[in-house]
């Protein structure tokens, strides 16, 4: 169990982060704010990259930072700019990982082969990474993540600049990762979270707004969110959410306070959990 | 242990002084981490991770600076025979060039390798493995330390061959290291205390500083050069090497709250 207690960061007089207390268990957790909201900050300081001005984060009631190795030992990270070495091809590199991880050579290598397979790069093991595409790389990423077996697997904006296959793929993978370990990523694309995120942590103004599940957050808008005409005025207490296209014609996906009379035009939807991130930090 | 008699129900057994220190002794050896040496640590991150992981992705990097020192010891030695016509002085400002070359190894190879994981951003990867980069950076130290060593030696004998003079090699080897021990502790106390990029900046001003003054006032620092025995300049050098290795454990043991943030 990894808990965050009390967690303040400042930067040179400003805070990004004041009071976060969280607690994660097995499964997986998105860490879902706009650009600039905390969470890289909040997603090193779990990974020691940087520690909290206050407050302490326990990883079974122990602080992280006190346990240096033995938690970067149980821990599996994937920055959001994931660097690497454009000459070598990704078993050489997982191999220095490895190797930097303390995992044996013998079973770094079986490692490596079952990790490349999971991740869809068996074919492409002996090549150059500086022959492959954006999506490859994260997935050579995400394998490093796991090479040494983590317990916790931290992957900061894990899906950016992967076209929606290899999303769906990451989804898939994460999926099976989590039965058995904490993961916990943060991305402010929406529909990366909605089918396999356990719970949703939101921030806003440097503090935690939200730490729930998807059902719950998008259950708070039920009978508020609606489809109307493009173009039709809001009215008082109403709400742009999103425009959405039907071949020529444009409909608007709106927020109302009240029910909206019934017309023709004028449908309810199913909220999901775009309409709550655009609600929570729309203008 | 003494009973103590105000205890309702009898006598309860107190610990006397001895047993009470005996205890904490006991509590403080086996609470606080055991002290590793280097040479341990050191064989302890070679055994686990291999020697050729060391410089993984910057082997570039080893290559491009032993080449560029190769160039400085060149033409070091390609010069030492006119230089030394010129004047009376030139033995010691020959040695003055030297003490300002000899570290140029160490610190163009770190400089380098620190400037090629910063641009292919991996710094962040590696200090969230098992093995702390501080150890990782401590071992790649050491061997920068060993090829400076290496190459600093194999240049001051082609310089003493070159010169078309006996100069004295001990003299100048025992400048030469203490030249390279006095910049990387100069260094490693850097790393310590100031975050990237000044901390690429400090030690290479300071030193060309130091250098330029040494040369505005060759004409003094030359003669002290030129008298100084083999023994005090080799028992210099020696002095500053452990200084460096101590230094340089303590850097690999650093509690990980001490440890610079990363860049955020």
Known sequence: MLTVEHVTKTFSGTTVLRDVNLTFEQGVYGLLAPNGAGKSTLMKMLATLLFPTDGSIRWNGEDIIAMDDRYRGLLGYLPQEFGYYPNYTPRQFLRYIAALQGVRRARADKRIEKLLGLVGLADAADKKMKTFSGGMIQRVGIAQALIAEPQLLILDEPTAGLDPKERVRFRNIIHDLAADRIVILSTHIVSDLETIAGKIIMLKNAQVLRCDTPATICGELEGHVWEVPGGMPLGDGRKLLSEVQYGTETRQRIYSPAPLAAADAITPVVPNLEDAFLMIYGE | ?264
């Open chain 2, 1 to 264: 242990m003494r009973p103590i008699d105000d205890a309702p129900g009898g006598r309860i057994p107190y610990p006397d002084k001895a047993e009470r220190d005996a205890s904490v002794a006991m509590i403080v050896t086996r609470g606080m981490p055991a002290r590793m040496r280097l040479v341990d640590s050191v064989a302890e991150l070679v055994r686990s991770a291999g020697l050729r992981s060391l410089f993984f992705g910057v082997w570039d990097c080893v290559f491009l600076g032993c080449l560029a020192a190769a160039c400085v010891w060149g033409l070091l030695a390609a010069g030492a025979d006119g230089f030394m016509q010129r004047d009376s002085a030139a033995q010691g400002r020959l040695m003055i060039l030297m003490f300002l070359a000899s570290p140029f190894l160490y610190e163009f190879v770190h400089l380098l390798i620190m400037l090629r994981e910063r641009e292919r951003r991996t710094l962040d990867l590696w200090r969230v493995c098992r093995w702390s980069f501080h150890r990782l950076a401590a071992v790649r130290m050491l061997a920068f330390g060993a090829a400076s060593v290496t190459a600093d030696t194999m240049g001051c004998v082609v310089v003493s061959a070159l010169s078309g003079r006996r100069l004295p090699v001990l003299t100048m080897l025992g400048v030469s290291f203490a030249s390279l021990f006095l910049f990387a502790l100069g260094q490693l106390a850097v790393d310590a205390r100031c975050a990237w990029p000044a901390s690429a900046a400090v030690m290479p001003v300071a030193w060309l500083a130091a250098g330029g003054a040494a040369w505005a006032f060759s004409d003094r620092v030359a003669g002290m050069m030129e008298r100084l025995p083999a023994a005090v300049s080799l028992g210099i050098a020696a002095a500053l090497a452990v200084a460096f290795l101590y230094a340089l454990r303590r850097y690999m043991n650093v509690p990980a709250s001490r440890r610079a943030e990363a860049f955020a």
